[in-house]
């Protein structure tokens, strides 16, 4: 079909729908000459869910301007941002991404012949690549850097330099890949604007940036792999698509945030050119829109209700949902889905008690469940000077609720947004008659009088990030420990401060994957 355009036709396919674009005057001048070359990258990290039907559907709009099309699956990239996909698991989720997302094309009909698809760590582990790398960053400073992933990388309290990376790997794709053009999301502008900046620098070409709009999820917020609520899974089940979409934020006749719209909009359209709003006689029967424009303007005046508008998306997303949940129907790719993506309370349940001594008296440190947190708001006890009430990021739905005695021996600033070490399978317990959730693990020194100090996890830790002692780090917590079992007191008394200042249990390391659970200057102390 692209041959059949003028290159304005074209242009009108390419930029449709797009938030933003980088160097719009080079997209004509090389139209006039030739067809475009553009590549769409995806870090394959959390599992795929509909808000991708969005590039889909550009890619679909990209293919009928007869633009050369790259997808990069971007194992490396995965790695890199704070280990989303860990190592392990980084060529099994490179798998389910390739099928996945080729499942995703052929359920809105794009010929898969027509796209060319590669692997980051088909080319980035070579030696020019790897050059490259080293070239790039003795120019980029730390600065630009961290703000040039912002948006896209994992921010935590300290970063780690695979996430400064990160950046300049995207950069260099554009080179290495042989485009014109990257297209993404508006999130990725700031890597966007970094790569206009810094490959020049090298010797190479300015390239053209394509920029989707980010798409809000079902709760009106960014659509995202990590929150459940804001998003519909590929494989989900109908039943779990209708309610989904039931509990969607779309006020009635608000066109702002509404995740409903805007996949009408993004998805649906593009690939349709129409939407039919599906509704009962008495309310007007059905009717189709053959604009977008149109059908925002009935429903911010109220002609289309929200239940009606819910009812229309579910019929049309289930019939682009089928083809890919008949496909991972088979035993295959259902074992794909299962390695790849395991369930971690299943994992906990297969395990249990696995690490227990067959003694029931005996305990173990992989019995305690200790966990990186960050102290979101700290203020005093309501009925207590002596104590802190303080919520604390566990890495959970909703922080917890935790107690202290700290008054008199940290400053309530000192905790603020503090990465802190606790233990979170304590019995919950009421203190004042506020419930704890939690104790903060601190060191303590010996004598009068007595300094405590909070544990610190190593730099880069994030919260929910799990401690274990050395050589304890297969076992699975208890569920939670019961008081008169008096589990984490027998454990407690072999834990102590090292005279580096390292917290260990029988002078083994407590620690976390980044390093070694730590604290200021107490050597020596206990640890509660």
């Not at 938030?19 to 090389?30: F, P, R």
């Not at 553009?38 to 293919?63: E, N």
């Not at 920029?211 to 039943?239: A, F, H, W, Y």
């Not at 002078?507 to 994957?513: A, E, L, R």
Request: hydrophobic share 35%; charged share 30%; with cysteine.
């Amino acid at each position: 079909m692209g041959d059949e355009l003028t290159p304005r036709e074209k242009c009108h396919l390419i930029t449709r729908n797009l938030q933003e674009i980088l160097g719009e005057e080079k997209l004509m001048t090389v139209l006039k000459e030739r067809d475009l070359k553009v590549y769409w990258g995806t870090a394959t990290t959390g599992k795929p869910h509909v808000a991708y039907f969005v590039p889909m559907s550009k890619i679909a709009d990209f293919l009928k301007a007869g633009c050369e099309v790259t997808i990069l699956f971007a194992d490396l990239h995965a790695y890199l941002d704070n280990m989303k996909a860990p190592w392990e698991l980084l060529e099994l989720r490179t798998q389910y991404y390739e099928t996945v997302i080729k499942a995703m094309l052929e359920s809105i009909g794009v010929p898969l012949d027509k796209l060319k698809f590669i692997r980051g760590t088909d080319y980035q582990l070579s030696k020019e690549y790897t050059l490259d790398v080293y070239r790039l960053s003795s120019l980029v400073t730390q600065h630009d850097a961290k703000k040039a992933g912002a948006e896209v990388v994992k921010q935590v309290e300290h970063p780690l330099l695979s996430g400064l990376l990160y950046p300049g790997l995207q950069a260099l794709d554009e080179e290495y890949l042989k485009v014109d053009a990257q297209f993404g999301g508006v999130d990725q502008r700031k890597i966007f604007t970094f790569a206009e900046k810094y490959l020049p620098s090298l010797g190479y070409a300015k390239r053209l940036h394509l920029m989707n709009p980010m798409v809000p999820g079902l709760t009106g917020t960014k659509m995202s792999s990590s929150e459940e609520e804001s998003k519909i899974d590929l494989l989900d089940r109908k039943e779990d698509v209708k309610k989904k979409l039931k509990k969607a934020f779309c006020e009635p006749g608000n066109v702002e945030n509404n995740g409903i719209l805007s996949f009408i909009k993004h998805v649906l359209f593009p690939l349709k050119s129409e939407f039919v709003i599906l509704r009962d006689t008495k309310w007007g029967g059905n009717k189709t829109y053959t604009t977008y424009e149109e059908l925002e303007k009935d429903f911010a005046t109220e002609v289309v209700h929200p239940g009606d508008l819910k009812n229309s998306v579910e019929v049309a997303l289930n019939k682009l949902l089928d083809p890919i949940r008949e496909k991972f129907n088979t035993p295959g790719l259902k074992k794909l889905t299962s390695t790849a993506y395991p369930d971690p309370s299943k994992a906990k349940a297969s395990v249990k008690n696995s690490t227990k001594n067959s003694n029931p008296e005996d305990v173990v440190p992989s019995q305690l469940d200790i966990r990186v947190g960050r102290v979101i708001s700290v203020d005093k006890h309501p009925d207590a000077d002596s104590l802190y009430l303080e919520k604390i990021d566990v890495g959970e739905p909703e922080p917890r609720t935790v107690i202290s005695g700290l008054v008199q021996f940290v400053p309530k600033e000192q905790l603020q947004d503090r990465m802190v070490v606790l233990l979170c399978n304590l019995k919950p317990q009421k203190m004042r008659g506020v419930e704890s959730q939690g104790m903060l693990l601190c060191a303590s020194s010996m004598g009068e009088p007595r300094q405590v100090e909070l544990l610190d996890p190593p730099a880069g830790s994030y919260p929910g990030d799990r401690v274990y002692v050395e050589g304890y780090e297969s076992g699975q917590p208890d569920d939670e420990l019961k008081p008169k079992k008096r589990v984490f007191e027998k454990l407690q008394a072999d834990f102590r401060i090292s005279e580096d200042c390292v917290a260990q249990w029988k002078q083994k390391n407590v620690m976390t994957k980044l390093g070694n659970v730590s604290c200021k200057t107490l050597k020596g102390g206990t640890i509660s």
